[in-house]
Each structure stands twice: as C-alpha cells, then as structure tokens.
C-alpha cells in the first residue's frame, strides 16, 4: 500500500530501521513547518542525504520491506538477471558498503539453482585477493537467499571499449597481468573460474597499501634528491584495479586432475561464453583446467587491444568451431603499436592446445610485467597508474607476484612437454 502522508512515512523508517539513530532522533525536526505530505518529507530526506531516490520511490509505493536484507539496508538496484538482483547496500552497524546478490526464490527452491548459489558462495569465501572481488557474507532472508560482496565503484572492460575503444597497450597488458595474478590466487587453491571475459574484469581506483607505497616514493624521491615525507594527504592513493566478478561458473579441480560434475551440468550445454571459450571448455566442461581460464584471458585481451572478440561473426555453434580449427585475425591488422611480443604472447594465450599455452597464471603475470616496465615499444606510454587527489605521482610496481612463477603445472594438470 503506498504512502501519502509524513507520518506513516516516519513510522515506516522507524519500523524498518532505515535511518541512523542520530538521524531518528533529528526526523521529528525535520518535519517541523513541513505539510503533511510523504513526498515533502521524502523530498527533504533526499536533499540532507539521508536517503537515495531508490530508496524513497520503493518507500512511497509501499515498498519498505524490500528495502531490508538481512542485516542490510538497501540503497540502489545495480541490476538483475534471469537468476538473480543485485542490489548496492549497507550494514546498518558496521556502515561498510556492499554489493548483495539476491537469488530469486524460484531458483533455489531448484536443486541446480540451489547448487548453483552455493557453489559461487563456497568459491568466494575462498578467496582473499586484491584483484577478486571481496566476500563478505551469506544467509537466508525470508523465502531465499543472498550473498554479499565487497562494493567497488567504476565499469568493468567491455563497457569501458564499447564507450572509448580499444584500450592503449601498456593499460591492457597491466589489466591482464592484475587478472592473472587473481587467478594464479584461485589457481592455488584449486579453483578455475570458467567464464573469464571483459565484462567479469571490474575497473575501479583501489587505494594504495601506504606503508609500502609511501616508503617506495620515499626512496624515489631520496635518489632524486626531493623533499622527503608528504603528509597524510597520502591517504588518497589510489591506483587503477581489476577486480575478477562473477564465479558463479567457478569449479574445484580437485588436487588429482578429476574435476567433479556439478548437479545439472551435463544437461546445461555449454559452461561459460562463446566468444571467450577455450576449445576443451566448449566440448566438455569437465575438462577445464586452469589453462582454460588463460585462454579466456587471451580472449580478452584480444578484445581490449582491437576492440572485438576473436571471432566475432557466427552462430554460437559456428564461434565454437572457429575457437576449435580457425586463426583470429591478426592483431597488427587492427592497429600497428602492438609490439611483436605481446601480439606473440596473446597467440600463445590463445594456443589450440593447453600444453601449448602459458601453464600458470604466474607465468601471465610476469610475462606482462616485463612488457609494461621492459619494452622500449612500451616506454614512455604509459597512463599513469597512481595518483594522490587525482594528481598522477612518480610509482614502483609494489604488486607482490606469486610464489608460483615459473610454467609448471600443479599436481593432477595433464603432462606438459
């Protein structure tokens, strides 16, 4: 039932704990010399921040209870797909923002749909890495169930070329080394993401680990014979970030090589996106290994570099067979300031073969670390990657690779040449 007066709109927020207790207690003041209209009232909590215009839409059409989640207090509708709605939130106590995944109650109330949550929940928990993005919590909330996620603020890749065009070349190699090093994360415990793809790589400004960064700048500015310490204005690094989403895909591959069948997916079809889908991936999905994910790398940064996907013509069954048999058109015929090397390295990605690819992501990682600081192609080019109140500043590459840096598979990959 929606809402028209001032005083069963107070009560709702009331009710349903939609203010801060310091901003409960100012509300009656607030109404002071007001009509007794909801929408003046809903007017002014706009204007004092206090609420989003989501927020008092829902509210003036009667709509509180979907305002609530659990311990969270919804702010904004991020989107919504055939399985779920995402929603921006805040935990009421602790104030931090999240990003919550409702499922629809339809499908968990399906043993694949159930499956499938848990297994996204279960992959994530796992997971503590600058570049994947941060789980948070589970549980049931009236007749289904949500999981929340670490809020990040920007545009994930293929937004970013579909409204700019192909991305400078020092910025995709850095993207993809970040995503590697997400995946050599997963890689170690087990975890293959199974549907890699520019729409799953979040671009957002990460803040800066500042007792590494600032003892970094330090010794810069030392050896420049620069001023020394800056002040606590420094606590505005940031630096560009990929963040992995989406591991609802995601499977363990257990430490023998036998990845085990989730609940329905033999009559699920293909498992992940055509135009990123490694040829053992698209022919059965139970063969994934980690190398499946390099080639959805490749993949994508073949779309960061040129703007389109390898194989961007055909049925979903046609591009299946071109990732099996066909060559993508060569990266130099898009654009001519593509060094060699990386154009080699995105073949090499995007090898037919798993045993012909990079074996690691380790291996991804540091092969794009040596072409964003090591290519003369490359230098002088660069955007700059930190900055301080937006100002770009002098930066090391303080990102920590992984204990696993050279091509060996893990325990249970097939046999590498």
């Known amino acids: ?11 709702t927020l009331r009710q349903h704990l939609l203010l801060t207790p310091a901003q409960a207690t100012e509300l009656p003041h607030l109404v002071q010399g007001r009509s007794g209209d909801a929408r003046s009232l809903a007017k002014a909590l706009i204007q004092k921040g206090w609420l989003s215009v989501y927020q008092v839409n829902q509210l003036l059409m009667g709509r509180a209870d979907e305002l609530v ?108 080394r970040q995503t590697a090093l997400g995946l050599q994360h997963a890689h170690e415990r087990n975890l293959i993401h199974r549907d890699i793809k520019p729409v799953n790589l979040f671009l957002t400004q990460a803040p800066v680990d500042l007792q590494q960064t600032v003892a970094a700048l330090f010794a810069t500015r030392r050896e420049r014979n620069a001023p020394g310490p800056v002040g606590s204005k420094a606590t505005l690094m940031t630096r560009p970030t990929i963040k992995i989403l989406d591991w609802g895909l995601a499977n363990q591959r257990s430490p023998g090589g036998l990845q085990p069948e989730a609940p329905g997916e ?49 049925t979903l069954v046609q591009k299946l067979m071109q990732h099996q048999s066909a060559q993508p058109r060569p990266i130099a015929e898009f ?74 598979p893990k325990p249970g990959d097939s046999k590498q040449p």
């Open 1 to 11: 039932m929606s809402i028209t007066s001032s005083g069963n709109l107070m009560d």
């Open 69 to 176: 989640i659990g311990p969270y207090r919804v702010l904004e509708k991020l989107g919504q797909g055939g399985l779920s709605t995402v929603f921006k939130a805040q935990h009421r106590e602790h104030r931090n923002l999240v990003a919550i995944k409702i499922i629809r109650p339809e499908v968990f109330a399906s043993t694949d749909g159930r499956q499938a949550f848990l297994q996204e929940v279960e992959a994530m928990a796992r997971l503590d890495h600058a570049n994947i993005v941060q789980f948070c919590d589970a549980d049931q909330w009236n007749d289904t169930y949500y999981f929340a996620m670490e809020y990040v603020e920007g545009t994930d890749l293929g937004k970013a070329v579909r409204l700019s065009g192909a991305l400078p070349v020092q910025e995709a190699c850095d993207y993809i």
């Open 266 to 314: 033999a009559d699920r079809g293909v498992v992940g996106t055509a135009d990123y889908l490694s040829p053992e991936q698209a022919r059965d999905a139970r063969a994934a290994d980690i190398r499946s994910d390099i080639y959805s790398l490749g993949c994508t940064l073949y779309y960061l570099l040129t703007g389109q996907p390898p194989f961007p013509d055909g």
């Open 335 to 408: 654009r001519a300031d593509v060094p060699a090397s990386v154009a080699a390295a995105v073949e090499r990605m995007m090898a037919k073969h798993p045993d012909d690819r990079f074996q690691t992501p380790a291996s991804v990682a540091l092969a794009f670390l040596s072409f964003v600081r090591q290519s003369p192609s490359l230098a002088g080019k660069a955007t700059p990657r930190l900055t301080m109140h937006g100002v770009p500043i002098p930066s090391r590459d303080d990102t920590p690779l992984p204990s696993a840096l050279t091509d060996k």
